[in-house]
């Protein structure tokens, strides 16, 4: 019979504690970069695995707009852990590292997406101003605080 628990549950746990409030593609591109190769799919076994056994919490449910291979929409799942995890100093540090990293491309992947919608918004309709409109939110809920010129777009286009 297996024992209860798994390595790859303690590092994600180790992950929420270090980085907070996040959603499963994150946790897979933070562990792959500290504890190297894991499938997906493992992230997520583990993931409904620790809100089973209460270890995390879902903190919210944020739907999102994208080119995802099942379609234009999806429900990102952000989880947190319920109790702070002990790690060794150099693991945390690897943890933070790989998160500034992560959220240095998210930073980068937001400008090329308000680039786009730039364009969009000349000949918008009611998708362009729901694509805008998705990507303040998502602004404000990772950094607080988002580019103004999405309200001058939302404004502009039809409701």
Known sequence: M???GSPIRENILKILSVGGSMYGYEIYKIYKEVYGDVLLRSIYYNLKKALE???IEVKRVVGVLGNFTWGPETDRVYYVVKKEVEMSKEEMDGIKRALRTYK???KEE???WIRELSREVKHGDEKTRRKCEKLKAFYL???GKYPK???KWIESLPP
């Open 2 to 4: 297996r024992k209860p």
């Open 110 to 112: 937001l400008k090329k």
């Open 141 to 143: 809920m990772k950094f």
């Open 104 to 106: 240095k491309s998210i």
């Open 149 to 151: 010129i999405l309200d």
């Open 53 to 55: 056994e209460g270890s």
